[in-house]
């Protein structure tokens, strides 16, 4: 969902989502629709109407969040689409390669591009359950992405544990985090980091299946501190969401040690008369 601030939208088309259904979803069959992305709109983010014709696409996995947004420095709107490396157009989507993003684009919600598959600056691909794609709000050319990663094959806990926490059994096998991508737009993601970004953490009941998924945004939550969710203990009898607090921009510092040191950046050109560092004696 995205609110649409552009002057001459309609009232009723202030707020704007795309939605639908995979596989056999029985909400699509009552509604007489076939699986695919629709579009909706909303006057107040609440009451939704589904807007008229065909789904969007039909050839995708599409069965996780699928993020729409607004990208105001290419200014058109994006949906970042789950999809696997095996989607092809016109073929049935290929559930046995691996998860990943693609984006589409649309100058007005109406007419949308072909999805393209997003492009990794390093690492190997990875399955990549949802996205999470939205432009930072204190630099919105910036995009922020934090994609939960499951590593579909590793089983962590013993049958004691997993019975213990009661987590269904279909979550038994497979492991998952949250990691850290950014974009400047188009469809390359750069992947500074590597590593985890959220940890399964002390709680047994994360280290099953699909659970440290984050949710959509992050937003500020105190002058100097910003806050994301996320999903604990799926599956188990302790699901539940927390709230992760970073400092305001705290995504990633450099961290000087006990022996004095440097660091040396990119060049910056100013365009002002002021610049102001993010830093802690």
């Known amino acids: ?68 947004t607004w990208l105001p420095d290419e ?12 989607d092809k157009k016109g073929v049935k989507f290929d559930y046995k ?49 934090m994609p939960f990663r499951f590593v579909r094959d590793r089983q962590v806990l ?21 990691v850290l991508m950014t974009s400047r737009g188009g469809t390359h993601y750069q992947r500074k980091f590597m590593e985890s970004f959220v940890r399964p953490g002390i709680d047994p009941a994360s280290w099953a299946a699909r659970s440290n998924m984050p949710a959509l945004g992050v937003i500020q939550t105190g002058p100097n501190e910003m ?14 969401i927390e709230r992760m607090a970073l400092r305001l921009d705290g995504f990633a510092s450099l961290h000087a040690g006990y022996v004095e040191g440097q660091a040396i950046t990119r060049p910056v050109k100013l365009d002002g008369k002021r610049l102001t560092m993010n830093a802690q004696s």
């Open 1 to 68: 969902m995205c609110y649409d601030a552009r002057p001459g939208v309609p009232a009723g088309e202030r707020y704007k989502a795309v939605g639908g259904g995979a596989g056999n979803n029985p909400l699509l069959k009552f509604s007489g629709l076939v699986r695919g992305l629709y579009r909706f709109v909303s006057a107040d983010g609440k009451n939704w109407n589904r807007l008229p014709g065909e789904p969007l696409f039909t050839d995708y996995a599409l069965d996780s969040q699928n993020v729409l």
């Open 75 to 86: 200014n058109c709107f994006a949906i970042y689409l789950r999809t696997w490396t095996g």
């Open 97 to 145: 390669s691996i998860r990943t993003i693609a984006r589409s684009t649309s100058p007005d919600f109406t007419v949308w591009s072909e999805p393209q598959r997003m492009i990794f600056d390093q690492g190997p691909v990875e399955d990549l359950y949802t996205n999470t794609t939205q432009p930072y709000f204190r630099a919105p050319h910036i995009l922020i992405s």
């Open 158 to 178: 013993d049958e004691a544990t997993l019975k213990k926490y009661d987590i269904e059994k279909s979550m038994w096998k497979g492991v998952s985090d949250a």
């Open 227 to 240: 806050s994301f969710f996320i999903v604990r203990g799926y599956s188990s009898n302790e699901t539940r």
